[in-house]
């Protein structure tokens, strides 16, 4: 991993909130990571040494940027400032997407030639409230995501035009509409006002199609070494039935599926179940399919008809998962369970549950996901001791 004597420091760091490592060397961020797995997990098992990234710079594939203005009434983009609403103007952020920060400074630039107003917060008054940029590291698509406060942008057309005059790249344009008070950016109205209204990537040599809302790993690079971890944990032969729960738009469940037998992956948002479908044709895989719903209720039904999976894949929010889901996930008892977390501290209460409930841990992987904040991934794999 890069070793640099001098650390870059982010201007808007102390401000922000965004990265707590600022202006720590890249070794340091992984000792005190490694600290933190191990504190927590090693009473589980070893803890593998955590999987650093070479390039741990712009990195991130999803920019979001919140407009407002000053007190002097000129118009700004940036963050809002750790638990609160106030907005920190925001430059340039050391790990978000160059090409996208590029993409939100021009439309801030465009904003007044076109009497665009930015939204303001306490009075309701305004338009634009949020951009956000996705773009496909591989396939280098990019989507923009305008939220307004109402759903009518003057001169739309012309609007997209001036944008991608200065930005070609940009493959489309999405209106979303955000009229409520709510600290949530994306509301539930949205429009494609220039291409399809989606991108596509590439992610462990499948093709996904990502929407606005649609979950997809921030940090493409090291989702590469973390899934491969994840499905090399399996030790998948082609015959086995892998349940993948918190399947989001299919990235685990078609990786896998060139390993297994078959694949079912679970649900609950129906908008990432229907693109998971779609990247399953796209990607012109057979063996998997989809199921919206609740996952728990979805494994304790298969577990009262006596089905049982040989493989149970979990990737759960940074809140775990909870206590229904992993009493589904004992009911059912497949063989191997690889839970894949963002947070070790709810990755121990679940380890917790599980290594009182029949299971052992076998193997654990931090990988570094986020550079310059203080989160881990950690790949882990259990096995059943009631064989």
């Not at 469940?253 to 399953?280: C, F, I, P």
Request: hydrophobic content about 35%.
């Amino acid at each position: 991993m890069q070793n640099m004597e001098t650390v870059p420091v982010c201007p808007a760091a102390k401000k922000c909130g965004g990265c707590q490592y600022q202006g720590m060397s890249c070794e340091e961020q992984l000792r005190r990571k490694q600290r933190l797995e191990e504190r927590l997990l090693k009473k589980f098992g070893e803890v593998s040494p955590i999987i650093g990234m070479e390039e741990p710079y712009y990195y991130r594939n999803k920019v979001h940027s919140v407009f407002g203005r000053d007190k002097k009434g000129n118009v700004i983009s940036g963050n809002y400032q750790e638990h609160t609403h106030k907005i920190i103007p925001v430059e340039e952020c050391l790990i978000e997407d160059r090409k996208s920060q590029e993409i939100i400074h021009t439309i801030r630039g465009l904003l007044k030639s076109f009497k665009i107003k930015t939204y303001d917060e306490d009075s309701g008054y305004g338009l634009l409230r949020h951009v956000l940029v996705r773009r496909g590291f591989q396939t280098g698509e990019i989507m923009v995501i305008l939220v307004l406060g109402s759903p009518i942008l003057p001169s739309k057309n012309n609007f997209v035009k001036a944008l991608r005059k200065v930005h070609p790249e940009i493959t489309t344009v999405v209106l979303n509409v955000n009229d409520k008070k709510t600290s949530m950016v994306l509301g539930e109205w949205e429009k494609s006002i220039y291409g399809p209204g989606f991108i596509r990537d590439r992610l462990c040599g499948r093709t996904f199609r990502i929407s606005p809302d649609s979950f997809y790993q921030v940090n493409p690079v090291q989702t590469e070494v973390l899934y491969r971890t994840a499905v090399e944990f399996a030790g998948l032969t082609g015959k086995e039935w892998v349940i993948d729960a918190y399947c989001g738009i299919g990235t685990i469940s078609l990786t896998a599926a060139g390993y297994a037998g078959r694949v079912t992956g679970v649900e609950l948002n129906k908008n990432a179940v229907r693109d998971a479908k779609m990247n399953a044709r796209e990607n012109h895989v057979e063996n998997a399919r989809f199921i919206q719903g609740d996952a728990g209720e979805f494994m304790s039904a298969l577990a009262g008809d006596g089905q049982k999976p040989d493989v149970v894949f979990m990737d759960p929010p940074r809140t775990g998962s909870d206590e229904r889901f992993l009493s589904s996930v004992v009911k059912m008892a497949p063989e191997k369970v690889v839970y894949i977390s963002c947070n070790p501290a709810t990755l121990e209460r679940d380890l917790k549950y599980l290594t009182k409930k029949g299971y052992e841990v076998r193997k654990i992987q931090p990988v570094d996901m986020f550079p310059w904040t203080d989160e881990v991934e950690t790949a882990c794999l259990l096995s059943s001791t009631r064989g």
